[in-house]
């Protein structure tokens, strides 16, 4: 039972990331490899708090998302102003310089070493110290990633975003300023995925840089291309066949070492079959086409 | 005059080393109908881009109301009261018929991300507003059956009416539309030219630009012939037509 519950709280962060990474990736055209990296942001920035401010788990989460804003904005008020592919290496860049930070800042995030002692936190009293408390958090995370970024989706600001992905000089010429949209969606985007961040530092009680890392960020990316960019659910099934597909691998009996392997090649060879068959992703409705993301 | 709209004076853009634009002026009054011709490459287009802030002039001012536009970014030239259409038709292609028309709306309350959570009913309030207005928009056009499809399965014809229409939703002063009617049927022509022809009394002012002669010297006060990124002649369109320098050009 504590093995599905833990399923369920992993799946409910991933779900959360996706969701977020998908309001950039489907909704406004913006390819961002900078998630893990934000997501690392709000984990390390809770767990700190927590370990040496003993900060209440709530303000030290909210403080992860804070931070993750401001990083954001400042990145994003530079390399927004270039192309979307230029978008997608600024990012990747912004990736490597965050992990770099997490592994060799020795005296705040003990590098390589990871931080341990996180506490479980408590939450107007209540402390979900169990995995059913976890779960039950993380789904609540999930649900309200989900709710958000359907909100901002389906507003004016979302069909701002959609007009961004089609074609940003049309928007820039009905009168929107487009690098003001991108820039919220990204601070919005990175906010969401902080919180992710903080739930996971405080679940595993332990973080090392090896869960931030730029594969991390791909992972995520191919939740969101698996499920189907800019669908309804898409996301969130992405992220979820991608956590409980590879478990499942487990229960073939096969040796821990084979089972690893496998699941790079199953994992490899489901993406490749994907792009294949269903570009627009499992509940898509929007394509990919060749020449980059476009409609 | 205090009826002067627009003041162009004195472009100049070159794209290496191909003069686009060189040294054109012009102005217009508020609700006239400009027609600008001219061949292929004569920096029509350019004009439009220079105008619209997105192409920076090297030389010259474009003066909107008094206020000088130069260097604005293209959006708040836009918010300023201009709205375009392109040559080749540009639309938000995989979004509904209303939702075009709906983005084009310029003061929009839910375009704000505070707005959408903390001002929900109120940024509901003005998006179900803007919906009856482009709704009533579509249906004087013509397109309030399609409004729900998207963009993209519209025929051309349509989706040269519809970008008309989104300049028209965007409550702008100056309409610059570029080759509004090319390749589309006869009817269609006639629809798309008697709404240009009603703009005026709008108190709107337009700028199109038409390889089509008939189609100009129908709707416009005034026409402007240009090649080389030059005003060759300037009068009514009748005046311009038959203008030997324009012969001239043409035969070049």
Known sequence: MEYVLHIIVVAGIYVGLAIALDLLIGHTGLLSLAHA???GLGAYTSALLSVYLDTPFLVSLVAGACLAILLSLLCGIIVLRLS????????FGLQMVLFSIYNNWMEMTKGPFGLKDIPRPAILGLSPQSHLGFSIMAVAYAVVAYLIASRASTSPFGRVLRAIREDEVLAWSFGKSTHRFKITVFALSAALAAIGGGIYAHYVTYIDPTSFTVMESV???????IGGAASRYGAAVGAVVLVVFPELLCFLGLPGSVAANLRQILYGGFLVALMIW???GLLGTYTFSKGGIRG | ??????EICGLNKSFEGVNALCGFSCSMKRGEILGLIGPNGAGKTTLFNVITGFIEPEDGEVIL??????NSAPHRIAKLGVARTFQDVRLVRQVSVVDNVLLSFRAQLGEKLGNVFFHWSKSQKCERENFKVAMSLLEKTGLYEESNELANDLSYGQQKLLSLVCCLAADAEILLLDEPVAGTAPAMIEQILSIIRDLPKQDKSVIVIEHNLEAISRICDRAIFMDAGAKISEGTPEEVHNDPKIIEAYLD
Not at chain 2, 1 to 6: E, G, I, V
Request: aromatic share 10%.
């Open chain 1, 37 to 39: 990296a934000f997501y």
């Open chain 1, 84 to 91: 979307a592919e230029a978008f997608a290496i600024g990012t």
């Open chain 1, 219 to 225: 992972l995520v990316v191919s939740m969101v291309i």
């Open chain 1, 278 to 280: 269903r570009p627009q």
């Open chain 2, 1 to 6: 005059m205090t009826d002067t709209l627009l």
């Open chain 2, 65 to 70: 109301k008094g206020v000088n536009l130069t």
